[in-house]
């Protein structure tokens, strides 16, 4: 057994040795943009003080620790699914393939994977799930720092693609600004039309004449 725990409640893993990867999504819940994947894979030799669940970190502690992540960490990758996939899968399904990219993007491979939530996907990798598994492993919480700092990045980079959203900063969730945003301008090719709320702004108000979007090549360049 293998204890991988942070601060709190501790978490015993069913495997022994170095290639453990921890997994964790960001944006199953905003209305416009991907769903982004982290997979980290820690050195033990070089431990990274401070890895908690990234919604608990300020975001230049975020920005700081993804650095620091990805300079020391054995490998990481990351994963996502596009807007379209979303509307075709659904949003559970296409997180899911979202993680198993991630993970397959990894180098060296993992021997094992713990996966925040409750369920891990449908994959070649021997897995374990690990509930609130983002404030309990480190390899997660690695995993939901980059994750989280990627994705908020992506959507400040759509902002200027998609002026007068707010997508830089309300990340595509649905608050006030952006439903009212919505209902007044319309839909883009970056809503997930699939959602509730953006299903009702096509039907009331149509679709924006807005371009396909442009993604970075490397979020972390931006």
Known sequence: MTTVS???????????????????????????????????????????????????????RRESLAGEIREKALAWSLGRCEVHEIDELNIYQATMLAMERAVGGLRPAPEHVLVDGNRCPKWRWPSEPVVKGDSRVAAISAASILAKVARDREMVALEAQ????GLGAHKGYPTPVHLEALSRLGVTSVHRRSFRPVREALDTVGAAVTSE?????DLFDL
């Open 6 to 60: 942070l601060v709190g409640q501790p978490f015993v893993s069913v495997y022994q040795g170095a290639l453990l990867a921890g997994v964790d999504e960001v944006g199953r819940g905003p209305l416009a943009g991907p769903v982004v994947t982290a997979a980290v894979i820690l050195d033990p030799v070089r431990p990274i003080e401070g890895l908690t669940d990234s919604k608990k970190l300020t975001e230049r």
């Open 162 to 165: 998609f002026p007068g959203y």
């Open 213 to 217: 979007p442009v993604f970075p090549t």
